[in-house]
Structure formats: structure tokens, C-alpha cells
């Protein structure tokens, strides 16, 4: 088998330039077919989050913007209509006079209720799961780092905790510190910190056995060092998608905590309070649960949308290291 020269780049190069020459290649070509070789091969685009990812970017864009103007103006939004029925009696029927999907039973306007509702939810939701998120991410990566007696105790904190039905966990939460949107917040908070550790600590199993990780530990850098620029930009991906659905998950908890009489207080307006105040009326006037009802489900939709697309989006895969 004859030997291949090892220079074969110099060759190739000297044919172009005689092809050129000879007019059998266009100008320029040698420089051309150079710099595509030396540029290699184009990696491939990130794939967008898609028409479902913006649709759920602008349904909780907006959902945002009236939660911000709910708590600026106190939960009464100036272009809806007045919450209390100025038709005489219980106008219980959608699309009564001047309000566009009915009363309950009080007289209030459903509209007003479902979107001066949207603040305090939203509340709830967000910041259960960022004090969730900054919690649980700790846990999750320190016990998953350090291996030895640190992260056997975080570890078994976590455990301790997910050992709890949630729900009941909450219920005690909110029964013996207040029914306010601080202390339901804090409660679906201490449920929401072990699920968010779990993720957090397989994550930070995984990579922590990396090379990069191995390499910076070899090289005298510091564990918070190491846990800071190299472990948290990679769980974090995990961690973002998890927590939107997490979101969802206590926008619905919130809910089922108002049926069961353990939600804010009634002087707050909730997508759940509301649910609960037409439960006893739900044969004769059931758009009193399903409107709220289906604000939840539209969120919770566009929050698991969104989590996906950005999991897919932003996910590390172990060709682009």
C-alpha cells in the first residue's frame, strides 16, 4: 500500500492555483476552498421555542402585566366594570347587562373577580417557587457536591421533607401561621424547596464527575469556585424548566387550598377563592368555577409549553462540550 504524503494540504493547494491558472477554476477559488476548510463544518442553529412557546411567552406576558397593575391599584382594575351588580338581584346567567360573563352569587362581576384574581395567584406562584428555587438549588447542589457528612445531612433533610404528603404539610402551614398571602406563599415554598433539591442534586451528581469539573479541581480551584462556574451553568437548565412547571403546580395547589378552606383569607381575591365561592352554586351557575378554572388551565398550559421549549432549547448535550 503506497504511503500517503503528509502533506497533502500543499498539494492541494498547488492544484487549485494551477487550475486557476489554466482557467479551469474560477478566481479566487484556492482562497476560497482555504478558508472553508479552516472554518470547518457550521454548527447547527439552536431551534427556536416555536408559535406554542410564544403564544405562552405572550398569554403569561400579559398575565404579568395585570398582576404588576393589581397590586398598584389595590386588586381594582379601572376599565372593568364595577364588581357589584347595579342590575337589580343576582344576575347569576352569563352575559347578563353590563357584565360580560354573569355575577355570583353576591352580586360581583365574574370578570373582575377572575382578573383582579390574577395578582395574588400569580404572587403566590412566582415567589413560592423562587424562594423554592433558591433553597432547593442550594440543598440540591451541595449535597450533590460534597459527598461526604454535608451531604448526607442536606440529603436527608430533603428526604425528611418530600416524606410529608404536600398537601397536608401546607394545611398545618397555613392553619398555624395565618391564612395571608405571605404565609401561604412561605408554605407552598417549604413544599415546593425538596422536589427543586432533588433536581438540583441529580443534576449536580451528574456533572460533578465531568472532566472540565475534575480538571478546575486539579488545577487548585476553590470548591465554591468550582460549584459557581462550573456546576450551576449546567443545572440551571434543568432547574428553569422544572420550576416553571413547579409554578403551575402551586397555582394549583393554591387552589385546591382555598377548597378545602385552608387558602387566603377571603378578603383577598384568588383564582381559588373564587372556585370555592361557586362551588355551592355550580349546578345552577357552573361559569362561576369554570372561568376561573380555565385561567388556570390556559397558565398551566403555557407554563409546561414554555418549560419544554426552553429544556430542548437550552439543554447541555454531550457533542457540544
Known sequence: ?????PDGGHDLVTALVHDEATNLTPPD???????????GPRRPKRKGIGVGGWLSVAWLALLLVIAVAGVVTGQKIPFLPDPKNDVGGFKLDMFSPGHFLGTDASGQDILSLTVNGTSASMEIGVFSVLIGFTIGGLFGVLSGYF??????????????LLAFPPLVLAISIVTFLGHSVFWVTIALAIVAVPVLARIARAATLSWAEREFVTAARAQGAK????MIKELVPNVLPAMLSIALLSIAV????????????AGVAKTTITWGGIIDSGRTEIDTAPHIVLIPSFIIFLTVMALNYLGDALRAKFDVREGAL
Open 1 to 5: 500500500m503506497p504511503e500517503q504524503s
Open 147 to 160: 459527598k461526604g457528612r454535608v451531604g448526607a445531612v442536606l440529603g436527608s433533610t430533603t428526604d425528611i
Open 29 to 39: 477559488a484556492a482562497t476560497l476552498t482555504i478558508a472553508a476548510v479552516e472554518s
Open 223 to 226: 470548591h465554591s469556585r468550582v
Open 250 to 261: 402551586v397555582i394549583v395547589a393554591e387552589a385546591g387550598l382555598a377548597i378545602v378552606g
